[in-house]
């Protein structure tokens, strides 16, 4: 089993930014084995949105058309802790963000397609952003 822990969410002015962590814990190997790790939001009243994905052997990265540029996904330590820059914040980012894991090979690709992509979920962090 593998767990998933966010921070760095909180509230932020338009056009400021924050830096979102997931750390993962549990088994080595089985951390090891994850070979996909992204990021979903839920807004208010919405459904779940794919925001990020990136292929934890560096291979590609996906962004939603509404966050390409401004924001970026990125890991490090040995896939242990990924993040999320997102930087240009606007109103319409607020939302719960959660971190998603999954271990299937996806044959080189990053594209999101529904939450049935992630078998490992993160409890979520609160991403406000003010007008």
């Known amino acids: 089993q593998v767990q998933l822990v966010e921070s760095g969410g909180g509230s932020v002015q338009a056009g400021g930014s924050l830096r979102l962590s997931c750390a993962a814990f549990g088994h080595t190997y089985s951390i090891n084995n994850m070979y996909y790790m992204g990021w979903f939001r839920q807004a208010p009243g919405k459904e779940l949105e794919g925001v990020a994905a990136i292929s934890t052997s560096g291979g590609c990265t996906y962004y939603t058309d509404s966050v390409d540029g401004r924001f970026t996904i990125s890991q490090e330590n040995a896939k242990k802790t990924l993040y999320l820059q997102m930087n240009s914040l606007k109103p319409e980012d607020t939302a719960i963000y959660y971190c998603?894991?999954?271990?299937?090979?996806?044959?080189?690709?990053?594209?999101?397609?529904?939450?049935?992509?992630?078998?490992?979920w993160g409890q979520g962090t609160q991403v406000t952003v003010s007008s």
């Open positions: 998603v894991a999954d271990p299937r090979w996806r044959g080189g690709r990053c594209r999101i397609d529904g939450t049935g992509d992630f078998g490992y």
